[in-house]
C-alpha cells in the first residue's frame, strides 16, 4: 500500500514539474515576441501565420510616377491582391499594413470581394476620402513589407518583405499568383509578366527617352553584326502587347508615332527597357 502511495506521489510531482517547465517556455517566448515586436523585426516565430489561402500578395510598387492613375487622377502606390481561388472571397474586416508592430492599421470596408481568379488593386496613398480602396499608409522606396491580415487581427495570411524598388518597376510573384516575388513589368489588375535580364543588357540603349515618334535602339560595343536577327516587341504599362517589330538587324530604328502618350516597354530577347511616349 505505502508503495502504491510513493508511486502515485511520484506521477503527481513529475506532472507538476512538467507544467511549471511549460510555462516558463510559454513565458520566455512570449517575452521574446514582445521583444522582436518592438524591435520591428520580422520572424516566423512571431505571428500567427497562414499562407494557404486563395488570396495572396501578387504584385505592388513602391513608387508610381508614370505608370498608373488612381480614380482621382494621381499616381500613388499601390498594393494588388488576386484570388488564384475557383470562388469569390470576401474580405471585409481583413487588413493590410505595412508595419510588423501594427497588423490591422487599415481595414477592408464590408463588401468588398473579389471575384474567383480576379484581382484587386488597393492605393497605399494615406488619403482615404478619394473614390476606390485607399489605405492609410505609403510604401517607402528604400523597402519595407507588406502583410495581409485575417480579421482576427493577428493571422497573416500572406506577406513579403522587399529591399530597395525602382520608379515605374514593380515587385510580383512570377510566375502569377504562386511564384516567387521579382522585379516586373507592371500589369496592376491583370497577369505579372517578368522582366528579364540578359547578357546585352547592359550594352543596350534606347534614345531618344522620352520620344515621341520614333526611337533608335543600339548595342553600344557589341557588334550589330555578332547578335542574330531580333523580333522587337512593346508592352504598355498594363502587360499588353500593342507592337511588334519583326527581325530586326542592330542599329535599328522603331516607328511609334501611332501609340498614344504613355509609358511602355521595349523587350529585346529577354531585356526589357522603359519609355515614355509624348
Not at 35 to 48: R, Y
Not at 92 to 113: E, H, M, R, V
Not at 148 to 165: A, H, K, R, S
Amino acid at each position: 500500500m505505502l508503495k502504491k502511495i510513493e508511486t502515485i506521489v511520484v506521477i503527481i510531482l513529475f506532472v507538476f514539474l512538467a507544467f511549471v517547465n511549460a510555462s516558463a517556455e510559454k513565458s520566455d517566448k512570449n517575452s521574446e515576441t514582445i521583444k522582436n515586436k518592438q524591435s520591428g523585426t520580422i520572424s516566423n516565430q512571431i505571428f500567427n501565420l497562414e499562407f494557404a489561402g486563395d488570396i495572396v500578395i501578387n504584385e505592388l510598387m513602391a513608387d508610381n510616377n508614370a505608370t498608373i492613375t488612381d480614380p482621382d487622377g494621381g499616381y500613388a502606390d499601390w498594393i494588388e491582391l488576386h484570388n488564384i481561388g475557383d470562388v469569390i472571397v470576401d474580405l471585409g474586416g481583413k487588413y493590410l499594413s505595412d508595419k510588423a508592430d501594427n497588423l490591422t492599421k487599415w481595414q477592408f470596408p464590408i463588401g468588398s470581394t473579389i471575384e474567383p481568379n480576379g484581382y484587386l488593386l488597393v492605393w497605399c496613398d494615406e488619403d482615404m476620402t478619394q473614390q476606390g480602396l485607399h489605405a492609410n499608409f505609403k510604401f517607402s522606396m528604400d523597402g519595407e513589407a507588406a502583410f495581409l491580415v485575417d480579421n482576427d487581427g493577428t493571422t497573416i495570411l500572406d506577406m513579403v518583405e522587399f529591399g530597395p524598388q525602382t520608379t515605374d518597376v514593380s515587385y510580383g510573384r512570377y510566375p502569377n499568383g504562386t511564384g516567387e516575388f521579382e522585379f516586373l513589368v507592371p500589369t496592376p489588375g491583370a497577369r505579372n509578366i517578368a522582366v528579364g535580364v540578359d547578357d546585352f543588357s547592359a550594352e543596350l540603349s534606347l534614345s531618344p527617352n522620352p520620344a515621341a515618334d520614333y526611337f533608335d535602339i543600339s548595342l553600344g560595343t557589341i557588334s550589330g553584326d555578332s547578335i542574330q536577327p531580333q523580333d522587337i516587341t512593346i508592352y504598355n504599362s498594363l502587360g499588353q502587347l500593342v507592337k511588334i517589330s519583326l527581325k530586326q538587324t542592330f542599329p535599328c530604328r522603331i516607328e511609334i508615332s501611332a501609340l498614344p502618350p504613355g509609358m511602355y516597354f521595349v523587350r529585346f530577347g529577354t531585356t526589357n527597357i522603359k519609355f515614355i511616349k509624348l
